[in-house]
């Protein structure tokens, strides 16, 4: 019987395309809910969870080789009631799980396997299981009998291990002694970054490499505050590898999930909403400080692929792109060398030839190191300006051509069966995006760009955040989820932040402050410190888990952390900053063991050791020229450690924003010029309506244009 043939299963109604995909699985699965847990209680079986997302390539393997399988199916619904989840919506769950599958030795990744116990406490658990056992490595088909057989005779000792876990979970959810953490942490963290960055390639380790763009944002302030060149050159020598890389989309932009290979070429081929965000904002900030054009145009193109095809109707971001296409993993990626010279003429096909190294014999393999003959990955052998002078051409011309010829392979590429898109809606990676396009409109102008991420914001506002001002996760095909998280809160707090300093709308300010103040209602722990995932009352979760490691999406304690600094500078908020210090010293003993597993953390622990600066300026509607001027260059700049407000001349506006900020109330202008208050940690220098005092007094530093190759 086929796929499409079979009787749907209790995922028929989800909202997530991945739940959705194994609906008409052979396989019993249930959504997490009471009704699978109700059942293993009264039928006395473990649960068997299956994590994993739509655009998971080896989750798709798993399902094909024994979830579509009817023998092992037969043997799961025997031994098991069968839970999915999608860990895109429900990341607690997943993190809760991942946790325990690490404790257990099973190390982490996608699909997740766990076997739990009918009250949710986990007893095995693995990464992706092939069907049959073979090299060392056992398959489902003998995995499952054993299981079961352990289940019946050993269920005493089953349960005891799973108790076991659990403790050990939520031991690690408490820091038992936190303390305050001082400069000498972000210099061991740098060292830790120095021993692990690959010289020859950039990046951090060998094989698999990941992009981890926070760890480059650390070491962008480190350089800030230290003046070590070196950090600057581990960040440029990164960011352009990964541009020239086969981790990189060359003809649509967009950057995949990470590589199989030390040298950025043989991409993972999913493309993720977070990554897109995270590696913009990157480039954003190494643009400012290195003024690399390169840099510049990286930024703008994943921006670019980001709204032309993961944008949805409403205005808001869709999540993923899948791995596969067409059932086979890059397929929509790979070339072959003739298929290219029928697409492009003479000229164009010498010069994307030379740049990618594109042959007959092809430049692709598999994982496993299998080349796939005649296919071929798009990855720049030597920079365009290397390539120019070799050809004898300007960098300009060959610009020229290979724009053309780019333009003719992305249509014909855009005929083939295109990758499956994930269309939920999630308010933490949509955050992350508006941080992206707001974060690019300040430093461009670029009025387009702030309108998109005005527009995502809206939707999160008016959609997103229920009746009772609660802010919940995702949203699919109508249906809004019922679960939120401190990520939401946290991450959407900082894209408003960064919406207010783009447009000055108090509105954004408002309600930044208004989740800041949710958030610690929601999520605080009193008792030690720090955030929550989840809701206190959040119901089948057997750990009420605190997460500080930034893995690769920065964790919510540590954007909680930059942003209740941020507010607490430009609100006078002490309690903001109190529980800012609290959260990072929450985390103290781990950040002390493992440094570099906390590198947005540190971002934070940077901005609280300051110094910080507020700069207030108040616009004079006789002076808009000095106005536009002192904020082009301030916005301009690289500048992590500086909050603006904007004062309206208007009363009313004026008085809207005093009602969060009552130190507006009281700023007056200068000889009717626009005139600026900076700021410091409770001082204030003299008014000045001088730019070149106010860059002065926030102790801005000399752009760097070069970098000692």
Known sequence: MEKNQQKLNHLAGSSSPYLKRHATNPIDWYPWGNEAFERARMENKPIFLSIGYSACHWCHVMEKESFEDFEIAQLMNDSFVCVKVDREERPDIDNIYMSACQLMGGGGGWPLTVVMTPDLKPF??????????????????????????????????????????????????????????????????????????????????????????????????????TGEKEALEMV???????????????LGFGFHRYSTDRKWRIPHFEKMLYDQALLALTYLEAFQIMREKEFERTAKEILDYVVRDLRSPDGAFFSSEDADSNGVEGGFYLWRLEEMKQILDEEEFAIVKRIFDISNEGNFALHDHVMITGANILYMIEPFEKVAFSLNITPEELNRIFERARQRLLEKRIKRGRPERDEKILTDWNALMIVALARAASIFGDEKMGSIAKEAADFIIKVMIDGNGRLHHSYAKGLLSDVCFLDDYAFFTWALLELYELTFEPRFLRLANSLAKEMKDLFWDEENGGFFMTLSDAPDIIVRQKEGYDGSIPSGNSVASIVLLKLAQLLDNDEYKELARRTISAFSSQIIAAPDGFSMMLCALELLLGPRFRVMIIESEKDISQFERIIGMVKKEFLPNIDILYCYSQPLLRDELAEIVPAVRDAILLNDKTTVYVCSEKSCFAPTTNVNVVLDLIGKRRDITQIEK
């Open 236 to 250: 440029h020598k990164t960011l352009r590898n990964m541009r020239y890389s086969g981790l990189y989309d060359h």
């Open 124 to 225: 095995f658990a693995a990464t992706y299981i092939p069907k049959e056992s073979a090299h060392g490595r056992i398959g489902l088909k003998d995995l499952i009998p054993a299981l079961n057989r352990i289940w019946k005779t050993e269920k005493n000792r089953v349960e005891e291990v799973g108790q076991l876990i659990v403790d050990m979970l939520q031991t690690v959810s408490r820091e038992l002694q936190p303390s305050d953490l001082s400069i000498d942490v972000l210099h061991r963290a740098y060292e830790s970054f120095q021993f692990s960055f690959d010289d020859e390639y950039g990046g951090f380790g060998t094989a698999p490499k990941f992009p981890t763009p926070h760890k480059l944002m650390f070491l962008m302030r480190y350089y800030l505050r």
